[in-house]
């Protein structure tokens, strides 16, 4: 059975918590870790098998470990994805906009090799990146226009670097139009997507962002042409209640991701 520890204990990590503790997921659940103690607390509460609360994220890839999952931030993976590597252990990431950052994605590639772990992305809440991962040598152009609500959009950075104010916005506006490096910049937790979907293209993505009171739920259309021919794909995902900002499929993603990574038999796509 594999052994997992799990850094962020917000929505994301909450539901791949259950998932170990109900059974969906065949592991144990060893670690966890939240920048909030009482984020930690209480989601240790809600499990039957209690893993231990550790207070170092650099203590969730120690033995008997075998994968440590980020659920938390950005800034979680460029603190602790190396050291979970340096310990050869494998590493699920949600935060993918990190790899954005070529020098993170590098060092973290490079040490793959020289310590024969593992890094795993999920699809979280875009759809076809295993079609979009089988085309990439033959990708011209791949592009991703996100839609939220702006109560979903609430806290990016974008909003202090243009000196706007997410509640002010009224009517559909785009608030983005460039680069999936810049975008997961601005927008870091919610422009995961098109760092997912760029690494699957392997090629940045050009990222529209766009905030529509009107919205009642996140939309992603990821379009791509190339040798191949074309592909458009659009997801329209429930935002989560107690996190707008997350789609309850990101959430299914990690689930079913670690699923594949902890059974056995037949497995469809990535």
Same mark, same amino acid.
């Given at each position: 059975?594999?052994?997992?520890?799990?850094?962020? *204990?917000?929505?994301?990590?909450?539901?791949?918590?259950?998932?170990?503790?109900?059974?969906?997921?065949?592991?144990?659940?060893e670690?966890?870790?939240d920048?909030s $103690?009482?984020?930690?607390?209480?989601?240790?509460?809600?499990?039957?098998?209690?893993?231990?609360?550790?207070?170092? =994220?650099?203590l969730?890839?120690? =033995?008997?470990?075998?994968?440590?999952?980020?659920?938390a931030?950005?800034?979680?993976v460029?603190?602790?994805?190396?050291?979970?590597?340096?310990?050869?252990?494998?590493?699920?990431?949600?935060?993918?906009?990190?790899?954005?950052?070529?020098?993170?994605?590098?060092?973290?590639?490079?040490? *793959?090799?020289?310590?024969?772990?593992?890094?795993?992305?999920p699809?979280?809440?875009?759809?076809?990146?295993? $079609?979009?991962?089988?085309?990439?040598?033959?990708?011209?152009?791949?592009?991703?226009?996100?839609?939220?609500?702006?109560?979903?959009?609430?806290?990016?950075?974008?909003?202090?670097?243009?000196g706007?104010?997410?509640?002010?916005?009224?009517?559909?506006?785009?608030?983005?139009?460039?680069?999936?490096?810049?975008?997961?910049?601005?927008?870091?937790a919610?422009?995961?997507?098109?760092?997912?979907?760029?690494?699957?293209?392997?090629?940045?993505?050009?990222?529209?962002?766009?905030?529509?009171p009107? $919205?009642?739920?996140?939309?992603h259309?990821?379009?791509?042409?190339?040798?191949?021919?074309?592909?458009?794909?659009?997801?329209?995902?429930?935002?989560?209640?107690?996190n =707008?900002?997350?789609?309850?499929?990101?959430?299914?993603? $990690?689930?079913?991701?670690?699923?594949?990574?902890?059974?056995?038999?037949?497995?469809?796509?990535?």
């Amino acid at each position: 059975m594999k052994r997992v520890a799990l850094l962020g *204990c917000g929505y994301i990590g909450t539901q791949l918590a259950l998932a170990i503790d109900s059974g969906r997921v065949p592991a144990r659940l060893e670690r966890v870790y939240d920048a909030s $103690a009482e984020a930690a607390r209480t989601l240790v509460s809600k499990l039957n098998s209690k893993p231990q609360i550790t207070e170092n =994220p650099h203590l969730l890839s120690y =033995p008997p470990v075998d994968i440590v999952v980020e659920a938390a931030s950005q800034g979680a993976v460029r603190e602790v994805a190396l050291s979970v590597l340096q310990n050869r252990r494998d590493l699920m990431v949600m935060s993918v906009g990190a790899f954005m950052d070529e020098a993170i994605r590098e060092v973290l590639e490079e040490a *793959c090799g020289d310590y024969q772990s593992r890094i795993y992305l999920p699809s979280g809440a875009a759809g076809g990146l295993d $079609a979009i991962s089988a085309a990439r040598h033959e990708i011209e152009r791949v592009s991703i226009t996100t839609t939220k609500n702006p109560a979903s959009l609430r806290g990016a950075p974008h909003f202090e670097t243009e000196g706007m104010d997410a509640d002010s916005i009224t009517e559909r506006t785009i608030l983005y139009r460039g680069g999936a490096a810049e975008a997961v910049r601005r927008f870091p937790a919610n422009a995961n997507v098109a760092g997912a979907v760029s690494m699957a293209a392997g090629r940045e993505a050009e990222v529209v962002v766009v905030a529509d009171p009107d $919205a009642e739920s996140n939309t992603h259309t990821i379009r791509v042409r190339g040798g191949f021919g074309s592909m458009e794909f659009t997801t329209s995902n429930v935002p989560e209640p107690s996190n =707008p900002r997350t789609s309850r499929l990101a959430a299914l993603s $990690a689930v079913r991701t670690l699923y594949n990574y902890c059974a056995g038999g037949v497995k469809t796509g990535t």
